[in-house]
Structure formats: structure tokens, C-alpha cells
């Protein structure tokens, strides 16, 4: 029945806005307009800063999560474009394009902050709304049919947004009181208390007052947080396999980056150089100092810097604490020991010296200060970092 | 069936008066509603559920204007290692991988520029905190008071077993904990993904300023 066409495309101007007028009229356009819509704002929230800084390798961290809510945004590019494309089988798109708007909510960062998910389901019903109006021909499309029906579906909205308040409450009641807060509905707070809501797309977000009801005993936490064991981890001392040196392997490969550690005081207890150690890494070997400790406190403006690729992250302490099991690897420690400037590389005469007091020097603190430690490896049970910051690039 | 005609139906159709009559339509508002007010409903109920908490939901942002604060982080399974973002002109931009297997986060508070606007997410101020599995970070700017249990730092990351199935580029600087503990964290984040994040009392506001 339906013949449409792209018909008079390329002629002129004003055929062309008429013909493009023709192809809108016969079809659900702002349904699948809208559902076009929603699909882009959706994919745009995840992949806005890939696109924008090209950085593809982060795809691969997404996870499931991350990419059925790009799934979602795809598929509903889809709906709306065969509401276009395929308007006869308007009612099933426009179904299936409601449903992923809905689904959206939990798949991908709450339908777009509600945007995308609202565009859905108002393009989607649109959509299922639209009807051929073959028994009144066109004589001015935007006429509404009946005005009753138009009046019904404005007040659609503010029914939504009643009806979640009334869920909210109900779903909170049982629980602790919830404390009240200038917040129009169950989730979404705007600076000023809005009692009546205009029942445009854009202002109302079906969302809800109070922010704080913080408790539910339905919603458990998910499980395990806060118990301690844990998988892998600090193997490192465990299994020393590979190589046979004085001082072993430690049981993880050691990163081939730069890095360095300025401390303006360490305060080594319990210190024994274990001699060399042949330290896997994805490139072959390296040799290395290996010290064990009972603990290993750094303080004054604790600066470790990595260099990878040319770019630097500086990891920045007022102090780092390592207790219980220290284990330290380093390609060059240098520092000040009682005012005495040292260096300590594999194999030079301080570690050969140090080498032949190892069963000593556990007997007292050792304190050095203005510490510089390369291409480092620790290992600890516990590590309190205080005032720690990351900054790359 | 609809048909598509290409451009040799031009004559036929006079501007402004296309010939199409019969195929022409408009949305019955009534038939509009008839869908419009289960979903919603549908739609209410599932918003309802996720601010209690009760319904997990899934979260992956990202842009560089985006920020995360949380009281107190807690978490089983850690990863940190670096990574690289390459921008479109070829530019490097370094940034810290922060990936924790399950985490709790007390007083939780997200914050994304949209348009003018600064959209704020808080949740998990209440006694439930709020929790995340598969928590993945990828942060230029990272701070707080830390403590680690089990950890390994220096360690290439291409190796870590932290959180299984997630590991950085060989040969890269990379740590590991059992467990990490971050008061007070604040993080500048380019892109925050988690498979299920359980949000116990969200909110969300616009406002001028961030978290």
C-alpha cells in the first residue's frame, strides 16, 4: 500500500523540501526521529571520550557492561531507522525500541542520565501511535485528529512523575525514615524546588525526591567487600623458582619502565641484603639488589616517578609505610648513611660489604637520608600510603 | 509494502500537495498513551528499585571533565598500571588504570559536565554503602590516604592477577593488592566503567560545581 520514495531529491530546492515533506508524512518520522536520538546520546556518554581522544585501547576495559549499553544505543539507532525505513512493521520497532529504553536505565549509566532513555520511550510510543490516515486524507497533517487523545498523552507525564513518587516512598517506608530534601522527586534534585512541572520532554526527567534514604534491607551490598581474603596478590616472596642466583627470583616478572623513588628519609628495620637476583621481566632478565625487611618507612616529600613511553606518572606521599615482610628489589639505591653519601649497585664494594654483614645490619634501623631507589620492585603485607597522589601526564 | 522510488517520480508529485494521500499519517495521542503509560509505569517502578539499591546498574562513562569522590573506598582484588591514551592528533596522554574486583564506596559522588551544566551522582551516604564489581578507573589524577594489604609494587603489568582477566601491557609499570582501603579519595577520571554498580540512596542533581 505505502509508495514513498525519496522522489524529487535531487531537483530544486523547493521540490525538495516538498518531497522530503511527502517522505516525512508517510511514515512515523519524529518517533524514529527521536529514537535516532536516544540511540546517539546513549552510545555518546561511553564512547564520547574515545571518540574524542582517540584512545580505542580503553574499549578492552569496558567490559560486558560497558558494551551491551553500547548495544543498547545501536539497537535503538536500528528501531529508528526501520521506523523510517520499514514504517509497516512501525508497531514492532516501536515496541522493541521502548523496551531497550527502559532496559537502558540499568545498562548504560541510567539511560543516558534519563535523556536518552525519556527520548526512547517518548519516540517509541510515538512511533506506535503513528497511524495512516487513509480514511482522512491529508489536508493539514499537523491538525490533530482529536483533541481529547493529545490532551491524554500530555498528561502522561506528570503522571509518571507522580507515579514515581509514589513508588519511591512505598519502596523506602519500611526502611529508615528518609530524610527529606529540597528534591522534586524519588532521584533527581534540581537547585530549586519545582512543584509543578511543565510536561515537556526536556524538563522532566522521571525521577524523584529524597536523596538520602540511604538503607533498604532489600539491597545487600555486593558480596565480599569488606572481607579480607583475597586472590594472588603478594606472591611475590613465596615461590622463588626460576633462577638459581645468591638471592632467588621473586615469584612475579619485574616491569621493564623507568622508575624512581625520591624519599628524603628511609628508615630500613630489620634490613638484610639478600646479594643479586636475576628478576624476570617481559624482556629477558635484569639484576638486581634484592633487601629484605621487616618493614621500610619513607618520609619527606616521597616522590616515585615512572617513565613509560616518554610520558611520566608521579606518585607523590608525605609518607609510605611498608610493614610485615619487605621485599625490595632495586637496580641502584643511593642515599646519605650517617652523612656518608653511598651508592649500592649489584656487585659494587658497598653491597660486596654489606653482603658480609647481612646477618648484622638486621640487628639495628638502618636510617638513610636524600634515598634514591631505581627501577624498583616491593613487595609487602601492608603498605599505608598518607596523602598519596597520582598525577599522569 | 512500501516502495522506494528514486528520483524519476519527481512530475508526479507537485510541491506541497505530494500525491501520496492514502499513505500519509499522524500519531493518535490516544494510541501514543496506550504504551506511553505502561512504560512509564514500568519505567517508574525500575528507577524506584535502583534508588534503594535494589537493582544494580551499569556504568560506563567517559570524557575527560569527570570526577569521583568517595569518603572511604574499599576494595578486594586491586590492579593499578599505566596506559596510554592517544589522542586523535597523535598526542600521548598517560593515564593511571585503577581496576578493583569488588569495591564499597561511602558517600559516593560523581560528577559530569554536560553542557553548561555539571550533572552530580551521590549515593551510598547512608549506612549501605554503595558497591561496584569489576570497578575499572582510568584516571590522570588520583588522591587520598591509601592503605594495602598483600601488595606488590613495580611488578610489570602484563602480569597482575589482582582482578583475573584484567591486566596492562606487557612490560608496563604495574601494583596489586589483596585489599586497598582509600579515605578521602578524589579522583579526575577520563573514563569509569563498572559491571554492576548498586547505588543505595541516588540522587542526582544539576548544579555549578562539581563534587
Known sequence: ????????????????????????????????????????????????????????????????GGVFGVLLGVLLIACGLLLWLNPVHRTFYAIAGVL?????????????????????????????????????????????????????????LPLLLASTTLVGPNAAHDTTPPQQ????????????????????????????????????????????????????AGSTSGSQSKSKTAAGTPGVEASSATSVIVAGSATLDGMSYQGTAQVPTASGTMTMMKFIMSSLTLTGDVRATVTQNGQATVTTNSSLDFSGGVVLYATELSGSLLGVPITLTPGNVVTVLLRLVNSLTP?????????????????????????LNITSG | MSVENPSPQTPATPPGQPARVPTTGKVRWRRFSILMIPTAAVAAVMVGLTATGSIAASISVSGNAFEVTSTQLRGTGFEQFGSIATQANGTQHPVAVSVIRNATLQSLCQSVA?????????????????????LVVDADQLSGNATFTNIAIGQDAGTLTGVPG????????????????????????????????TLPGLSLSFSRSGC
Open chain 1, 1 to 64: 500500500m505505502a509508495v514513498s520514495g525519496n522522489a524529487g531529491f535531487g531537483a530544486a530546492v523547493g521540490s525538495h523540501r516538498a518531497a522530503f515533506r511527502g517522505w516525512r508524512r508517510t511514515r512515523p518520522f519524529w518517533g524514529g526521529f527521536l529514537l535516532l536520538l536516544a540511540g546517539i546520546e546513549l552510545l555518546l556518554i561511553p564512547l564520547s571520550g574515545i571518540l574524542i581522544h582517540g584512545a580505542v585501547k580503553l574499549v578492552v576495559y569496558i567490559g560486558i
Open chain 1, 100 to 156: 531497550l529504553a527502559v532496559l537502558s536505565f540499568i545498562a548504560s549509566n541510567f539511560g543516558g542520565f534519563f535523556i536518552g532513555m525519556l527520548l526512547g520511550i517518548i519516540g517509541g510510543s510515538m512511533g506506535f501511535g503513528w497511524t495512516p490516515s487513509a480514511d482522512q486524507p491529508a489536508r493539514r497533517p499537523l491538525d490533530p485528529p482529536r483533541r481529547g487523545g493529545r490532551v491524554m498523552a500530555a498528561a502522561v
Open chain 1, 181 to 232: 530534601q529540597g528534591c522534586i522527586l524519588w532521584i533527581l534534585c534540581l537547585p530549586l524546588p519545582a512543584p509543578s512541572l511543565s510536561p515537556t520532554p526536556a524538563a522532566t526527567q522521571p525521577a524523584s525526591a529524597d536523596a538520602g534514604n540511604g538503607t533498604t534491607p532489600g539491597s545487600s551490598p555486593s558480596p565480599g567487600s569488606t572481607s579480607q581474603p583475597s586472590t594472588s
Open chain 1, 363 to 387: 640487628l639495628v634501623p638502618v636510617t638513610m637520608t636524600n634515598v634514591t631507589t631505581h627501577d624498583f620492585l616491593v613487595a609487602s603485607d601492608s603498605l599505608q600510603a598518607n596523602d
Open chain 2, 114 to 134: 554536560v553542557g553548561p551544566f555539571t550533572l552530580v551522582l551521590r549515593a551510598g551516604a547512608g549506612s549501605t554503602p554503595v558497591s561496584a564489581d569489576n
Open chain 2, 166 to 197: 584484567t591486566t596492562g601491557a606487557s612490560g608496563g609499570f604495574g601494583e596489586q593488592a589483596g585489599t586497598i582501603v582509600i579515605t578521602n579519595l578524589r579522583q579526575h577520571t577520563w573514563l569509569t566503567t563498572a559491571g554492576t554498580f
